[in-house]
């Protein structure tokens, strides 16, 4: 069974940095593609970052990019998201999903995600 474990969340001021942890079990992912995910209150989930597991070949929704940063470690079996210049408008619960890995491009569609964390809370204050 697969388990998805977020971890590194909490208060942060605007400008400041965090990194989210990932923690990934139950199968093997080479096949598979991560993404992480926010919600804020009153909004819907969306589409932050996601990376395949085989190649760490990452992408970004524009509002992040040259400000978070995912990588993965292969031998901890764990992604991270870091999240540098961190803005009031970043703050959501951040949610990290598994899914296979598809030949038309970035997952960047929740639906496309078999396997959700718990959530991490990321709030970032002015």
């Known amino acids: 069974q697969v388990q998805l474990v977020e971890s590194g969340g909490g208060l942060v001021q605007a400008g400041g940095s965090l990194k989210l942890s990932c923690a990934a079990s139950g199968r093997t992912f080479s096949d598979y593609t991560v993404g992480w995910f926010r919600q804020a209150p009153g909004k819907e989930r969306a589409f932050v970052a996601t990376?395949?597991?085989?190649?760490?070949?990452?992408y970004y929704t524009d509002s992040v990019k040259n400000r978070f940063t995912i990588s993965r470690d292969n031998a901890k079996n764990t992604v991270y998201l870091q999240m540098n210049n961190l803005k009031p408008e970043d703050t959501a619960v951040y949610y990290c999903?598994?899914?296979?890995?598809?030949?038309?491009?970035?997952?960047?569609?929740?639906?496309?995600?078999?396997?959700w964390g718990q959530g991490t809370q990321v709030t970032v204050s002015s």
């Open positions: 999903a598994v899914g296979r890995t598809l030949s038309f491009g970035p997952l960047v569609n929740s639906r496309w995600y078999e396997y």
């Open positions: 990376i395949r597991w085989s190649d760490a070949d990452p």
